[in-house]
């Protein structure tokens, strides 16, 4: 367990009082929380401190005793400048306790998998293989297509609607023999981040990210394949039914005779 005292202040009581937990400061920080610093100069004072092993404080409310309001905005403005570099040297985030431990962002994810794998019970774990499995002879079976190979979580085909005729927001109707494209999420790519995520709220945020990565794929193929072009809506059928209307999906409960269709993609 991990301890951080507020604004970092620390006494001997802390210390003794401590037991198993572990406690943990910053390395640098840059009054993110004060607007007059500005998007650059704070830019430039998180680049400068910018190498492994850094443990950086950052703010993202501005509403505490001391902060400006729109302090925030700025922070986040540089955090991406920062993320964008760190990327390009090749350097990543980490957990804390990663960090402390001294392994790696790949190996504390293939050891949190397999613990996660080894908790399952042996009937669990035929479950997930034979449903796995099925999935396998499903793709081979429908065709269906990948958005990102080199990271496999959305996978689609191009196929002909027969249903009920269903009128979207903007004026867009679907009706029968209107050419769509159903999605599938990957089964495998799921329980991998199932039972790597920390929380719930954890694996809603990195299936959010990975969304926001893979359909810019997917509209890039729409848009060079005919067939895929023609199609008037993007559709699927899952029980994952928060966050899809940010990524201009509008959702909608599945009636016992037609499927779920999409916002119409452009």
Not at 66 to 75: K, S
Not at 175 to 204: C, P, W, Y
Request: aromatic fraction near 8%.
């Amino acid at each position: 367990m991990l301890l951080s005292s507020t604004m970092g202040i620390m006494n001997l009581f802390d210390f003794f009082s401590k037991k198993d937990r572990k406690i943990i400061l910053w390395s640098c920080m840059f009054e993110d929380w004060r607007s007059r610093v500005g998007v650059e100069r704070l830019t430039e004072r998180m680049l400068k401190e910018l190498r492994g092993g850094e443990v950086m404080l950052l703010h993202d409310r501005g509403t505490t005793l001391g902060a400006d309001a729109h302090a925030p905005e700025q922070m986040l403005q540089a955090l991406e400048v920062v993320l964008q570099e760190a990327e390009r040297r090749g350097l990543q985030s980490v957990r804390v306790d990663t960090l402390m431990g001294g392994i790696t962002l790949s190996e504390s994810h293939s050891k949190n998998k397999n613990q996660s794998q080894t908790h399952l019970k042996p009937w669990k774990r035929i479950v997930v293989a034979l449903w796995l499995s099925w999935e396998k002879l499903f793709h081979w079976i429908y065709h269906l297509q990948t958005a990102s190979p080199e990271d496999p979580m959305l996978h689609f085909r191009s196929r002909v609607y027969h249903g009920a005729l269903m009128e979207l927001s903007g004026g867009h109707v679907i009706q029968n023999g209107d050419s769509v494209i159903e999605l599938h999420f990957d089964n495998q790519k799921l329980f991998e981040l199932g039972v790597t995520s920390r929380s719930s709220m954890h694996l809603a945020i990195r299936m959010i990210r990975t969304m926001e990565q893979q359909l810019p794929d997917l509209a890039r193929k729409v848009a060079i394949e005919p067939e895929l072009r023609s199609a008037k809506a993007i559709y699927g059928v899952s029980m994952i039914n928060r966050g899809p209307e940010q990524f201009g999906f509008t959702v909608q409960d599945l009636p016992p005779d037609r499927s779920v269709l999409h916002q119409k993609y452009t």
